[in-house]
Each structure stands twice: as structure tokens, then as C-alpha cells.
């Protein structure tokens, strides 16, 4: 689905043509602008100074409203706010605060004990949705897929990698580094790269930065499958399942349940602790199977904004 067809959708007129998205995930940003939807930061970006100053105000938990991003001003001209659950609950009692009248859709893209519990939110003022199934059922959630874009493209390139895997901590180190030397042991060259979990603090100096969305992309691009690691008691489908799907690379991942999902197909995805290792090679060595463009297209941004529905 083009930029065109996702404005001209009649779901899409008719319940977001007036809406912002709140979240930190900036890489995203001009890939949702062009969808039709106006993208925010929760907070402002500021100078050293102001960012002390800003910290001070939080930790005498002073008022944060003055500090919050240019959305906070489109809150009386809107018809929809989506806001990641990163944002924190804060955010989304200001909005309430703000206009009663909106639509407010909070979107956990994290499992809920990595973020905060759906219990601080006013159900009488939000939608809270997530992409966790098991979530959804703990918390009486509402379920949504997990979304990309099919306007971000990748470059042709000559395979360099036979793995790779970019993304943060989050727990998941020392089940990567086992990944990683069974790789080795069998011979395959990987690109497995961990983010420290406090790599998006702006002062940060540590061994392992943040990595730039256009060098993810350059990986990927040069890699026959992506490695996915999920979180413990995590159900839901992460971002790397998403890149494989939507630029045709093949999948290793420690999610049992993406079995029961449209586009799985053996070919396709090696499911580890289920599929034996022994067929690993033989897994790589085969052509990708070719998934349906129209399952594809059913995760596009524009078609997870009109289940919302």
C-alpha cells in the first residue's frame, strides 16, 4: 500500500485524518510522516543545561508538562493521539487533562514489565492496545499486529553475513552470546551486535552505542537471515521479524508461537528449540518462499493505524 492509497483509505479518513503519534522510536519518523501522520518526540530536545534543569524538575517531581514535546500543543486540534507506553504514564494523564475528547490509544510495542503496569491508566479516557498476546489477556488489553512500512527499502548487496542481529540488551545478552558461539562452532559468520540498555543516554560512552536505523538496514541488506532474540515471557513479534518478512530475508528465531502466525512457512523461519540445529545448513542453503504480497502488505503501518477500527 502506497502513501496515496493509505490517505485515501475511507478507515483512514474517517478516524485519523486529525491524528499525532507519540514515541521515541525517531528512526520511524519520516517513513510515518509520509503515511499521513504527524510523528512527535514525548519530550523536547534540549541544550545540557535545560536537560540538568529537566532532571531536577523530576526527581522533586515538579511539573513535567513545560518540557514535553511539540505535541502538547496540537492536543486542542486533534482527533487521535497514538502514544507509545515508553512515553510513560505521566504523558498520558496530561493529555487526558488536556482534551477528554480525543481519542487516546496507548501502544505497548513492549512487553508490559519492561514499561508500566495498564492498571495506572483511566480506561474511561483510553484504549490500551498491544502487541502482546499473552499481555492481552493478563491485562484485558486490546490486540494489534506489530507494524513496518513498506516504504523503507533496502539496498541490493552480495551476501557477507550468514546472520545478523542488531538490537538492545534488554536481558537478552547472554542468550545471543550461546547463539553466537554455536554459529561459530558450525562454521557461519555472523554480525551480532547488543546495544547496551543505557546506550540512548545522551552523555553515553559505553562499548556498545546505538547504531544508526540506515547501518541496521546496510546489515540487513548484506545478510541471509536475521537472528531474533525475544524477551523472557515475551509473546508478542519483535521489529527483526517484521524486516525479514517485508524484505525477504530469512528467519532464526526463539519464538515458538510465530507459528501461528499468516506468514511462517518452514522455509522461512527456523524456529530454535524446536527446529533441529542439524537442518540449520540445509534451512540457509534453501530459496526463500515466497509469502503472499497481500499478507505482506497487512502489517504495513497504514493497515495497522485501520485496525484500530
Known amino acids: 500500500m502506497d502513501v496515496k492509497k493509505c490517505k485515501e483509505s475511507k478507515k483512514f479518513d474517517l478516524l485519523f485524518s486529525k491524528t499525532?503519534?507519540?514515541?521515541?522510536?525517531?528512526?520511524?519518523?519520516?517513513?510515518?510522516?509520509?503515511?499521513?501522520?504527524?510523528?512527535?518526540?514525548?519530550?523536547?530536545?534540549?541544550?545540557?543545561?535545560?536537560?540538568?534543569?529537566?532532571?531536577?524538575?523530576k526527581?522533586?517531581?515538579?511539573?513535567?508538562?513545560?518540557?514535553?514535546?511539540?505535541?502538547?500543543?496540537?492536543?486542542?486540534?486533534?482527533?487521535?493521539?497514538?502514544?507509545?507506553?515508553?512515553?510513560?504514564?505521566?504523558?498520558?494523564?496530561?493529555?487526558?487533562?488536556?482534551?477528554r475528547n480525543i481519542r487516546i490509544i496507548v501502544w505497548y510495542w513492549d512487553p508490559v514489565f519492561r514499561t508500566f503496569s495498564p492498571d495506572l491508566i483511566d480506561r474511561n479516557f483510553c484504549e490500551i492496545w498491544s502487541f502482546d498476546k499473552a499481555d492481552c489477556k493478563t491485562y484485558n488489553m486490546r490486540y494489534n499486529t506489530v507494524f513496518y512500512f513498506d516504504n523503507?527499502?533496502?539496498?541490493?548487496?552480495?551476501?557477507?553475513?550468514?546472520?545478523?542481529?542488531?538490537?538492545?540488551?534488554?536481558?537478552?545478552?547472554?542468550?545471543?552470546?550461546k547463539i553466537s558461539q554455536i554459529l561459530a562452532e558450525a562454521k557461519y559468520k555472523a554480525y551480532l551486535y547488543v546495544v547496551d540498555d543505557d546506550a540512548a543516554h545522551r552523555n553515553y560512552k559505553g562499548a556498545y552505542p546505538r547504531i544508526p536505523y540506515e547501518q541496521i538496514l546496510e546489515r540487513i541488506a548484506e545478510s541471509k537471515a536475521i537472528l531474533d532474540v525475544v524477551q523472557d515471557n515475551q509473546t508478542g513479534l519483535t521489529i527483526r521479524v517484521m524486516e525479514g518478512l517485508f524484505f525477504k530475508k530469512k528467519l532464526i528465531t526463539t519464538q515458538p508461537s510465530i507459528k501461528e502466525y499468516d506468514f511462517y512457512h518452514p522455509d522461512n523461519v527456523f524456529i530454535l528449540g524446536l527446529d533441529n540445529l542439524e537442518f540449520l545448513p540445509t534451512f540457509l542453503q534453501k530459496q526463500y518462499y515466497e509469502i503472499s504480497e497481500d499478507i505482506i502488505k497487512s502489517y504495513d503501518f497504514c493497515n495497522w493505524i485501520n485496525r484500530f477500527v
Request: glycine content about 6%; aromatic content about 18%.
Open 20 to 57: 499525532i503519534f507519540i514515541s521515541e522510536a525517531e528512526f520511524f519518523f519520516p517513513f510515518i510522516k509520509k503515511k499521513g501522520v504527524l510523528p512527535y518526540h514525548s519530550l523536547r530536545k534540549l541544550s545540557f543545561f535545560f536537560r540538568i534543569l529537566r532532571r531536577i524538575f
Open 59 to 99: 526527581e522533586l517531581r515538579l511539573p513535567m508538562h513545560y518540557w514535553y514535546g511539540g505535541w502538547k500543543h496540537q492536543l486542542l486540534k486533534i482527533d487521535t493521539v497514538i502514544v507509545y507506553s515508553s512515553a510513560g504514564a505521566s504523558i498520558v494523564d496530561y493529555i487526558i487533562s488536556q482534551n
Open 152 to 177: 523503507i527499502l533496502i539496498s541490493h548487496k552480495s551476501v557477507v553475513y550468514d546472520v545478523c542481529f542488531i538490537g538492545y540488551d534488554k536481558g537478552r545478552r547472554k542468550e545471543i552470546e
